[in-house]
């Protein structure tokens, strides 16, 4: 098999993307579907400006994003653990240690 697709191909890919949605019948669906190509180009944008910003301080934007990463599930394992221990810090009740937030009163823990 070829080469992967790098990120200039995928936001090609998205504005033709674009541009085939004003084809869509009912304006509802065009509408939504146009909602979700634009969002997807300005996260792609977005992603490939940080990258570039990153890469030009002689970081490896990789390394940041694992660190970043690993310090996220770290806080959650941290989070699950002492909502363990001590329960919901709104209502007591005993949390999921898959949720962030309580499923009896809905209170999100932090």
Excluded: Y
Aim: charged fraction near 25%.
């Amino acid at each position: 098999m070829g080469e992967q697709p790098n990120l200039d191909e995928f936001i090609r890919h998205l504005q033709a993307e674009l541009e085939l949605s004003e084809s869509i019948v009912d304006p509802v669906e065009q509408e939504q579907r146009q909602w979700q190509i634009e969002a997807s180009l300005q996260e792609a944008i977005s992603f490939s400006s940080r990258w570039k910003r990153i890469a030009e301080l002689g970081k490896n934007p990789i390394k940041i994003v694992e660190s970043i990463v690993k310090q996220e599930q770290q806080r959650r394992v941290n989070t699950s653990v002492a909502s363990q221990l001590t329960g919901c810090q709104k209502c007591g009740n005993p949390l999921e240690s898959d949720l962030d937030f309580c499923s009896s009163c809905g209170h999100i823990q932090k």
